[in-house]
């Protein structure tokens, strides 16, 4: 399996300009969770899908940020208008489910470094 | 004060030394994830425990719950095991999943 892809590497955009992320999880999991990572906060839940739901969307930090998940095996986030404070590495990460309701080893994928000029 | 916390933050180690990072956390907790991110950022879950202790080669995992306490160890340390080390649990909630992040420690193994 080639793991949990996501696209772009690297993403370098202006303010107010929407940007997209895009993350193609391991074929058959279940969970799928996106995450931001920042110096000053280190790493951060932003939201979760189960069988392609919204579970929980709890750490989204702002409306100008959304996310879908269109079938098991695509995911997006995105953001719009974009700020220079949501310049991060954005993972995307995914698990089995085992019964363990998303607690199981997420498989990470190479993350997508956004920079908001 | 952070639902998770984890010690040292820096730690320089000579190879072949044991290594120990300590996470404790206020929070109840179903599951306790160990990650490692690399220095090229790409981040590996190493453990996910719930209970006792885990082995995978070099690294052991071990968890209290009673203590709230987790610790993660590294026998006969080399460089590649350079990286920072993140610490995560999972606490339930009444939809849904909560989790929380330490702040990592920063391990450097010298030749």
């Known amino acids: 399996d080639a793991g949990v892809i996501q696209s772009p590497r690297h993403e370098v955009t202006e303010m107010g300009q929407e940007v997209t992320l895009r993350c193609k999880p391991i074929?058959?999991?279940?969970?799928l969770f996106w995450y931001r990572q920042t110096m000053m906060r280190g790493l951060e839940l932003l939201i979760y899908?189960?069988?392609?739901?919204?579970?929980?969307d709890s750490g989204m930090p702002e409306d100008r940020f959304s996310a879908k998940m269109p079938n098991a095996s695509f995911s997006t986030l995105k953001i719009q208008p974009s700020e220079p404070r949501d310049s991060a590495v954005y993972f995307c990460a995914s698990s089995l489910d085992r019964g363990l309701r998303g607690t199981d080893t997420q498989y990470f994928g190479p993350g997508t470094r956004l920079t908001v000029l | 004060k952070n639902e998770v916390e984890q010690s040292p933050q820096n730690l320089t180690a000579q190879e072949g030394e044991f290594i120990t990072i300590n996470c404790s956390y206020s929070?109840?907790?179903?599951?306790l994830h160990w990650l490692q991110q690399h220095p090229g950022g790409g981040i590996v879950s190493l453990f996910m425990l719930s209970s006792g202790k885990k082995k995978h080669g070099r690294l052991i995992a071990t968890i209290n719950i009673q203590e709230k306490h987790s610790s993660l160890h590294i026998t006969a340390s080399h460089p590649r095991d350079s990286a920072v080390y993140i610490c995560a649990v999972r606490t339930p909630k009444v939809a849904g999943n909560q989790f929380y992040f330490g702040t990592g420690t920063s391990l450097t193994v010298i030749p």
């Open positions: 074929s058959g999991h279940d969970y």
């Open positions: 899908f189960n069988n392609n739901v919204p579970i929980d």
């Open positions: 929070v109840g907790i179903s599951a």
